[in-house]
């Protein structure tokens, strides 16, 4: 059986999951200055590093949840609807079969609309 999958909407899932990575790296320096250099007196005070860094952590943690939440998605079961990744388990890495109905799967890339 095959499974037909968007171009666009895999395209748009994976830049969720790995653009929510790189905010998350973005933030990572702000809280290392929040934790070294501001102190009392400071131009930069603590209270104005962490609302940056919780401008920027908090969405990059919803982004990467959302985009393996979308990848998780559109790979399901064409037969059955199971998804076929667990959660941990990348999609590259996709089983030949579904493991609850036994349906041999054939994934197809394509941006035709169904």
Not at 19 to 32: H, K, N, Q
Not at 86 to 102: I, K
């Given at each position: ?6 171009k ?10 790995y ?14 200055l ?26 990059g943690?919803?982004?990467?949840s959302?985009?393996r ?16 990744t ?17 349906v041999?799967?054939f ?6 609309k169904?």
């Open positions: 059986m095959e499974l037909r999958i968007r666009s909407a895999l395209r748009m899932a994976k830049i969720l999951y653009g929510g990575f790189v905010l998350i790296w973005i933030a990572l320096p702000v809280m290392l929040a934790v070294s250099h501001a102190g009392p007196g400071a131009l930069i005070t603590k209270a104005w590093l962490a609302k940056r860094f919780f401008a920027v952590f908090v969405p943690c919803a982004m990467v959302v985009g939440i979308r990848q998780r998605g559109l790979y399901s079961c064409p037969n059955c609807g199971a998804p076929l667990g959660f941990r388990r990348s999609p590259p890495a996709l089983p030949q079969s579904c493991e609850s109905c036994g041999r799967i994934v197809v890339l394509d941006d035709k169904h």
